[in-house]
């Protein structure tokens, strides 16, 4: 290591990190110190960021030279990496408990890297990265100048430019937190599984250097460079300019603004065993994906390259689901800026975190003190009802509520608001669950917030008032998908092999079913129709509903509380026999000394202290 003296002294001063080799002594066998990861802990994926970033001299400058807080993440850091350096040479490990519970805690409410839960080591050290600069410099995308730790050694600063043929040119600067370049591997292995490498086989050692052209490894050595470049020269993308131009051919190229000190390049692979036999997957990610293959499939291509190319609506994927939006970004210095959405945008994602907590604001357990026939007067106390049908109102202000700094002036504060350019067949609608695991009123609350018949003009700014029903729901819970789809008679449960025996059933009762099985939904399909579905539930099915709900969650906390241990019978007879014989005898000896008569125990209080204790 860098930090290590030829005599292993450490001193935990930022003057002793320097940026040489000098300290290493050859021969010498440094031992490095690992990071602790017992049996159900699943630290693996945070113990290799830390690792990796023990080894960047820049980042661990920049990070002891800062006055943290106690019991910050940048100061829990600096003692983890301390005790790192402190320990080389000794055969030992570090305990990360402390920075695993911060780093747990961070992403609570978006349930990822939990205790016991394991994560993707890229993610990983990007959120941690991430989550250095917020706690140094302050709000995400704000500028620190590139004196955080995190900016100091990986700020890739990147900006993309892309070029119609047409002459319109739009240049957006990557977001102020990127420190890495992703690059899909696929390019790489389409060319080398041109070359048939079996023929090596065949062939004695000594003559290998005579045949090169069966190496599929000799076709693409160190050409990873070139492959990220043409990987991103050969994107398509809509015109750029105010007004789509007919050409629609656009070439997209990345100017680098600032040399990072340590270059990352994140390797997507394809086929990293996602949806493979045997195993589960996402049922929307599925449904993207398989749509994606449908329209990849016109040009020939099994992989996702041909995504953002335009098939001008011909495949069967974009003739029905083809979401075409475009963000409009407004900064407060007056600069606008628009950007269409990936060509092939199949459905709009939305976090039921802000219906959920729009609907925490009401406390509805009142409802179980009140009588059915007088629900419909305590409108006010119903959670269902301050969210109800609200879905297109939430959508849409959670995007204008999201302020991003995609400006380079001194404001770098921008809004967000989207504009639509089409009217899709199905209007799919992605719900993003923070928790996997969720109450069965949260799952009522979202459901109460569906409304039967949408327009578009609710959510987009250029939304049309044409009609979109709710006909079908993929459904998720315990591990298990199921779709629910609803005919004009009712609503058919389709859940694998059962589908044939489903029956018909309204939206009342279809909802205490899913209740039941706490089954949620995860994906919405609204169908553009010319008809308007009148809603199935009162006011007062709600409110009903509602209470039955929060009544079988009270009377379930309560029987898994934990009752009070009762204590032996003879415990209970001893006691009372015991006290009394004590204040008898006080008893008498106060009457012996005042001459006064002796008023009799009351043995209830040394009753009720054994029952207390036994309680």
């Given at each position: 290591m860098d930090y290590i003296s030829k005599n292993r002294d450490f001193e935990l001063y930022p003057g002793n990190f320097q940026d040489s080799r000098e300290f290493w002594v050859e021969g010498v066998d440094y031992n490095f110190v690992g990071f602790a990861n017992k049996i159900g802990e699943n630290n693996c994926f945070l113990n290799s960021c830390l690792q990796a970033l023990a080894q960047v001299p820049h980042f661990q400058n920049a990070l002891f030279s800062l006055r943290a807080a106690p019991g910050s993440l940048t100061k829990t850091l600096q003692e983890v990496f301390g005790e790192y350096f402190a320990k080389q040479g000794f055969d030992s490990s570090i305990d990360i408990s402390e920075l695993r519970l911060k780093f747990a805690e961070a992403f609570r409410e978006a349930g990822e890297f939990q205790i016991g839960s394991t994560g993707d080591s890229m993610e990983a050290l990007v959120s941690l990265l991430t989550l250095l600069h917020n706690e140094v410099t302050g709000p995400f995308n704000h500028s620190c100048m590139g004196q955080c730790p995190s900016h100091s050694a990986f700020f890739l600063r990147v900006l993309e430019e892309t070029?119609?043929?047409?002459?319109s040119l739009r240049q957006i600067p990557w977001d102020y937190c990127s420190f890495l370049q992703t690059y899909n591997v696929n390019?790489?292995?389409?060319?080398?599984?041109?070359?048939?490498?079996?023929?090596?086989?065949?062939?004695?050692?000594?003559?290998?250097?005579?045949?090169l052209e069966y190496s599929s490894l000799l076709s693409v050595e160190g050409q990873l460079p070139e492959f990220v470049k043409a990987d991103y020269n050969s994107l398509m993308h809509y015109c750029p300019g105010e007004d789509y131009c007919r050409i629609s051919l656009t070439r997209k190229g990345l100017t680098l603004a600032v040399e990072p000190g340590v270059y990352l390049i994140q390797l997507v692979w394809n086929k990293a065993g996602e949806f493979q036999i045997g195993s589960t997957g996402d049922s929307m990610e599925a449904l993207v994906s398989l749509l994606t293959l449908l329209h990849n499939e016109r040009f020939n291509s099994h992989t996702i390259d041909n995504s953002n190319t335009s098939c001008r609506n011909t495949c069967p994927s974009h003739k029905f689901f083809h979401l075409n939006i475009l963000e409009e970004l407004n900064c407060e210095c007056g600069l606008k800026k628009k950007i269409p959405w990936n060509y092939s945008s199949f459905a709009h994602p939305f976090y039921v975190s802000s219906i959920l907590e729009k609907a925490q604001e009401v406390d509805s357990k009142d409802l179980t003190r009140i009588r059915e026939e007088d629900l419909e007067y305590y409108l006010e106390h119903s959670s269902l009802l301050s969210v109800e049908g609200q879905l297109?109102?939430?959508?849409?202000?959670?995007?204008?509520?999201?302020?991003?700094?995609?400006?380079?002036?001194?404001f770098g504060r921008t809004s967000k608001k989207m504009m639509l350019q089409n009217e899709p067949g199905v209007y799919l609608i992605q719900l993003v669950w923070n928790n996997s695991m969720p109450s069965a009123l949260e799952i009522l609350q979202v459901l109460a917030s569906l409304p039967y018949t949408l327009s578009l003009d609710r959510i987009y700014l250029n939304g049309t008032q044409s009609k979109y029903n709710l006909r079908g729901m993929i459904l998720y819970g315990c591990g298990h998908y199921i779709y629910c789809h609803r005919l004009n008679e009712g609503w058919l449960k389709l859940d694998d092999e059962l589908a044939p025996r489903t029956k018909r059933t309204n939206w009342n009762i279809l909802i205490k079913e899913l209740l039941r099985c706490r089954l949620y939904p995860v994906g919405l399909f609204y169908y553009k129709e010319s008809i308007t579905l009148a809603p199935e539930m009162s006011i007062l099915d709600w409110l009903k509903l509602e209470k039955e709900v929060i009544k079988a969650q009270a009377e379930y906390l309560q029987s898994v509380e934990p009752k009070p241990q009762a204590l032996p019978n003879f415990i209970y007879q001893i006691v009372p026999k015991i006290s009394s014989y004590f204040q008898a005898s006080l008893a008498l000896q106060g009457a012996s000394q005042v001459g006064t008569a002796v008023v009799e125990p009351k043995t209830q209080n040394s009753l009720m202290f054994a029952k207390t204790a036994g309680a």
């Open positions: 070029n119609c043929q047409c002459g390019s790489i292995l389409e060319q080398a599984g041109g070359y048939n490498p079996e023929n090596l086989l065949n062939i004695q050692d000594g003559e290998l250097h005579n045949h297109p109102e939430f959508m849409k202000n959670q995007w204008e509520d999201l302020k991003e700094g995609l400006c380079s002036c001194l």
